[in-house]
């Protein structure tokens, strides 16, 4: 008998320790069997068995499932937020700070927060941890080459700053790369840091079913200080934060109480 979803992602578990019964099962089931198709499979099973024997299809499996998309300063009034109301505070009880861009895709975010933090610290005394799930987006975050189109919100003074044009891509400044410390991450099943500032969260949540995510805001607050500040993206509003011990400080910046 041929598989269902279910069995898919239960052995999809097996293999790569990703829980896709974690994310909402309508939106990704809708974009597995959709690759599925464009690859020319037509059962879980068989598809399956194309990305065991085939490092290659299951990282390229692993990086489509898990949706890179991301810009720097990605809804710049937040990060407006950020520098005025919420660092300033952070810097005046802790000094240097510890901060986590947890979910950073291909870099983007951590970069972006280098700058910021640039405004307040030389920069040898900033150190961002970056992670994700993705292999491949973390290494495109390592190369730090990007288009165009993802500097968009980017302040001009900081593309002058920290860009160079190569080959019509924008390659960021190594003295901002130094700064951020990427390591492979999966936020439901490995140990967070702890101790953090200010952990930035965005545009993931969204994807996991209500209980993950309640589970993973419990971990958030345990790997914030006292006081400490989670950033999540727009559409990711926690309902009831002080079930947590979190508390809403500006929209979308929670604080560990
Ligand atoms: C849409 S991007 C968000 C990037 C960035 N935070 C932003 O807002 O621009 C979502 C990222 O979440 C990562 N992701 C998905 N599931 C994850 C998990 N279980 N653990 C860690 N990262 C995960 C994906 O690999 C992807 O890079």
Redo the contacts with the bound molecule.
């Keep these: 008998m041929s598989w269902s979803y279910e069995d898919f992602t239960k052995a999809i578990y097996k293999l790569t320790n990703?829980?896709l019964s974690?994310?909402k099962e309508r939106q990704m089931k809708r974009r597995i069997d959709s690759l599925i198709n464009r690859k020319n499979y037509s059962q879980y099973d068989e598809f399956y068995s194309a990305l065991v024997a085939d490092q290659d299809l299951l990282e390229s499996f692993?990086?489509y499932?898990?949706?890179?998309?991301?810009?720097f300063f990605?809804n710049p009034s937040q990060w407006e937020v950020l520098k005025r109301d919420i660092l300033p505070i952070l810097i005046d009880r802790y000094g240097k700070l510890k901060v986590w861009?947890?979910?950073?895709?291909?870099g983007?975010?951590p970069y972006s927060m280098v700058m910021l933090l640039h405004e307040f610290f030389p920069l040898e005394d900033i150190t961002v941890i970056a992670?994700?799930?993705?292999k491949e987006?973390l290494d495109k975050a390592k190369e730090g080459l990007y288009i165009e189109k993802s500097l968009q919100s980017l302040p001009k003074e900081y593309v002058k700053k920290y860009f160079t044009i190569k080959d019509g891509l924008y390659k960021i400044d190594d003295r901002v790369k130094q700064r951020v410390i990427f390591k492979r991450?999966?936020?439901?099943?490995?140990p967070y840091p702890t101790n953090c500032h200010l952990i930035?969260?965005?545009?993931?949540l969204s994807?996991?079913t209500e209980e993950a995510k309640s589970k993973l805001y419990f971990k958030f607050r345990d790997a914030l200080e006292e006081d400490g500040i989670l950033f999540v993206?727009s559409t990711e509003q926690i309902i009831f934060p002080q079930r947590y011990n979190l508390k809403s400080v500006r929209t979308f910046f929670y604080k560990k109480i």
């Design positions: 990703i829980d974690c994310y692993v990086n499932i898990t949706i890179n998309v991301s810009e990605r861009s947890a979910a950073c895709s291909t983007e975010e992670s994700d799930i993705d987006a991450h999966n936020l439901l099943m490995d930035i969260c965005r545009n993931v994807y996991f993206g």
